[in-house]
């Protein structure tokens, strides 16, 4: 029988077979842009970092929210403008074609170690010329010795929490048992309210934040010492951003006096008309607000290393008015909005997050992004927000032919049936578009934690599963990722792990050989996995405290209306009336649920194996063991709507939350309970033996919510059925809960296929779970691509919050995905 092909994996063929890609016609300009920059390995841009050195140097001892701004004003007054051919719109965080830029404050003691690593890494490696490289080891590098993040982290934690955390005593390298992520960004996944700067332009933001320096009390000790820098950086940061603009108006005047191209000449006149205009004023055309909100987005990466991008809220909301509106006017149709938007896609798709560290770049493989575009969900007065842009976009990713931006849509219980019938649509096509975010599980949680109805409707997915309230966010704290396979693995060696020797890096919770009956087992576990949460929580502790004093952010200030409401920066650790929300990582949750199901099950119920056989075959990786590992298989598995595995993985859910519950309140924030684990159930799997649920020795553990690898047999309904019967609904200390689905395309071919997917999408929404996300792929062509990764350079997958291209991805991750159970009915 003739394998059934996605309409991703189709067009892949026919560009094999020399045929033209259908959709290039009617997207000529980013087709023509995306191939000057095709396969094209990034390079590093260093003059972000070299002009914030510069101005940090000069001004030491001033308010740090106000070098901040200054620094913002000398990165704009000095870097290079660009404005790439053929390109509707203007700005760039650096050099043109792919490139990353460096956060010198963040992590500058790992830039020795990048600049010789960086360009041969196995994993998303990044060009750095010569020239750059002597910039940054003589210029950059010295001045941040002793004064990085990183460094004040490494020297704050107690010795048992840095033997957790740490592989060496410099904290270069992880331990992959308890890992803190602050130090690899400077701020959590970000949305800001674009909309203020639409509506008001940083022009008006300015003449706010005027206004209260001029009502400033002269006398006062707080005012002077407090609110006048803030409020000074506030202005300082705006003039920045409308001067780098006015800079790009500049070039593009040059450019249009030197084109010889009369249709190139009028559109950079006209960019140059529009980058005079906004963002220091309101938009009040299409192309106005996508260029305002652009320059906008970009100047937030020269900012500050926002965790997964800066994302970028509900465009088919602020933007639907102005493309209405020009619609109704004749200026704009929908080939000529798609052609903007994609402009602006395009360059997301240059902007490279990087990752010095080691542990930053195995969390975050092929070049991970997730600068989320959401569509779709409710208004703030809860009807229902779907529009034409919510359709457009749609219609984009089916049709352009790249993984940026990443789309998200959220779903409700009232969603239409045309919004639901394009996204399966959209999910059919195969490149992992759009994941799916749940209003009817994040609205209710959110109300319970303080939100207002009409803040939480009008939410926006952010970064990989989560989201943000624009104006109430108010906590930016990186989080700690937990490995709890390793305290599976802790119980099993008394409080030791295989990789790490003898040393001793837990509590002795005893002989599992001595123990007489599964609730002792269970009981051990429970003391290792609390205190892996105990230092979990010791670590955010030291975070929230330190970063106060690393970070500022006065561009984010300036759009979130609680920062310039009180004049506090949102990296202090306390904004008034904001809502702290924050959470910690469960890593190998099913291979914990997996293992737990095997042991009560084959040793302390039927007893066909005894815990001395299972020790010993997991210590062999099974080596001469494969009877033992056959039967530890045969176990119930998480993830078939199966009450005995569900039932412990209700229990260890139960775990986490009610220790959240317990201590969140002595962090002042909600540190929330999330299992989503980007790419860094591969690297934590690295340092994990062989456990017992048949799983051998450094695999990637399982990710997310989702099943262990091949051990859900019972259809993707039961996966559902699973993570929803897991779940302790009697609490509110919960967060994104990740799901990967993999469907054969067969599975979805035809209207039947999509109707099917329609009313599997609705059962998830029925459900309450908070995310799901789809690959539609053969696993076949998988396998062809690691084999002839030239043929297939351009075949997307979706990863864990965001797509990739398979080629970028490192072995163990393409295994990963191979190994995923593909569903071919349901």
């Excluded at 957790?164 to 005593?169: E, H, N, S, W």
């Excluded at 602020?318 to 004749?330: A, L």
């Excluded at 560290?357 to 927000?385: C, M």
């Excluded at 459900?767 to 690959?775: A, E, S, V």
Aim: charged share 25%; net charge negative; hydrophobic share 35%.
């Amino acid at each position: 029988m003739e394998c059934c092909l996605s309409h991703q994996e189709q067009m892949l063929e026919n560009k094999i077979k020399g045929l033209d890609n259908p959709y290039r016609e009617t997207h000529k300009r980013v087709f023509k842009i995306l191939e000057t920059i095709e396969n094209q390995t990034p390079s590093i841009d260093v003059e972000r970092a070299l002009y914030f050195t510069q101005s940090m140097k000069e001004t030491e001892g001033q308010h740090l929210t106000l070098r901040w701004a200054k620094a913002l004003y000398n990165i704009a007054k000095n870097i290079t403008v660009y404005i790439d051919d053929d390109n509707l719109l203007c700005g760039r965080a650096g050099a043109q074609g792919r490139y990353g830029i460096l956060y010198p404050e963040l992590d500058g003691d790992f830039l020795g170690m990048a600049v010789k690593e960086l360009p041969n890494r196995e994993n998303s490696p990044f060009t750095l010329t010569q020239e750059d490289a002597d910039i940054i080891i003589n210029e950059i590098a010295p001045y941040w010795k002793g004064k990085t993040y990183h460094e004040d982290l490494n020297k704050a934690f107690g010795p048992e929490t840095h033997a957790l955390t740490y592989d060496d005593a410099d904290g270069l390298h992880s331990r992959y048992i308890v890992n803190e992520t602050s130090s690899f960004r400077s701020c959590l996944q970000w949305v800001h309210d674009y909309e203020v700067v639409l509506k008001r332009g940083f022009g008006g933001i300015r003449a706010e934040m005027q206004e209260k320096l001029d009502a400033l009390d002269p006398f006062s000790p707080k005012d002077n010492t407090e609110k006048k820098p803030f409020i000074e950086a506030i202005i300082t940061v705006c003039d920045a951003i409308i001067l780098w603009a006015n800079r790009h108006a500049d070039l593009a005047e040059k450019k249009a006096a030197e084109e010889k191209d009369e249709t190139r000449k009028a559109e950079l006149l006209e960019m140059a008309r529009i980058c005079r205009k906004v963002p220091e004023h309101p938009a009040e055309t299409f192309h106005e607000a996508v260029q305002s909100q652009w320059f906008t987005q970009m100047f937030s990466r020269l900012e500050q290393k926002t965790g997964t991008i800066v994302s970028n809220g509900r465009m088919d909301q602020y933007f639907y008015p102005y493309y209405k509106k020009d619609v109704e006017e004749g200026r704009m149709d929908e080939i000529k909005a798609m052609e903007l938007i994609e402009c602006m896609f395009v360059g997301m798709a240059q902007f490279i997050d990087l990752y010095i560290s080691p542990q930053g770049g195995d969390f975050n493989e092929g070049y991970a992004h997730w600068e989320a575009v959401t569509i779709g969900g409710q208004t703030k007065d809860g009807l229902d927000a779907t529009n034409e842009l919510s359709y457009l976009f749609l219609r984009s990713k089916r049709e352009f032919p790249h993984h940026y931006p990443d789309l998200a849509a959220r779903i409700h219980a009232r969603a239409p049936q045309r919004f639901l019938a394009e996204i399966a649509e959209t999910i059919k096509e195969g490149s992992g578009f759009p994941k799916l975010i749940n209003d009817e599980e994040v609205i209710p949680l959110h109300l319970a934690k303080g939100a207002k109805f009409e803040e939480i409707y009008d939410y926006s997915i952010s970064g990989c599963a989560e989201i943000r309230m624009p104006n109430r966010d108010t906590y930016t704290s990186g989080c700690p990722y937990i490995n709890f396979a390793a305290a599976l693995e802790m119980v099993m060696y008394n409080g030791k792990m295989l990789k790490y020797g003898d040393e001793q890096l837990a509590p002795a919770t005893g002989d599992p050989c001595e123990f007489k009956t599964f609730d002792e087992f269970l009981n051990a576990y429970t003391i290792q996995h609390r205190n892996l949460l105990k230092h979990a929580f010791a670590q955010q502790a030291r975070v929230i405290d330190l970063r106060k004093n690393h970070f500022a952010a006065p561009l984010a200030d300036a759009m979130h209306a609680l920062c310039r409401k009180h004049c506090v920066d949102i990296h202090q650790p306390d904004v008034p009336e904001g809502i702290d929300l924050g959470y910690f990582e469960v890593i190998g949750y099913g291979t914990v649920i997996d293992s737990l199901a095997a042991i009560k099950k084959l040793v302390f119920e039927d007893k066909k194996l005894t815990m001395k056989q299972v020790i010993e075959a997991c210590k062999a990786d099974f080596k001469g063991h494969e009877d033992v590992q056959a039967l530890l298989k045969t176990a119930p598995c998480y993830g078939n709507n199966d009450p005995y595995a569900d039932e412990l993985g209700k229990y260890v859910d139960a775990l986490s939350v009610e220790f959240a519950e317990k201590y969140q309140d002595e962090l002042g924030v909600h540190l929330d309970v999330r299992y989503v684990p980007f790419t860094s159930h591969v690297p934590f799997g690295r340092v994990v033996s062989a456990t017992p649920n048949g799983r051998v020795a450094w695999y990637p553990l399982s990710d997310g919510s989702s099943a262990s690898h091949g051990a859900d047999k019972n259809g993707p309904t039961a996966i559902l059925m699973s993570n929803y019967t897991t779940k302790n609904f009697n609490h509110r200390e919960r967060a994104a809960r990740l799901v990967n689905i993999k469907f054969t395309p067969k599975c979805l071919e035809g209207e039947e296929g999509t109707q099917k997917m329609v009313d599997f999408i609705r059962a998830y929404c029925d459900l309450r779970l908070w995310h799901i996300q789809f690959n539609v792929i053969n696993a076949e062509t998988l396998i062809k691509a690691q084999k002839n990764p030239e043929q297939y350079r351009n075949l997307i997958v979706r990863i864990a919050g965001y797509s990739a291209y398979f080629c970028d991805l490192s072995k163990d991750l393409q295994d990963d995905l191979i190994a995923r159970t593909a569903h071919d009915v349901m």
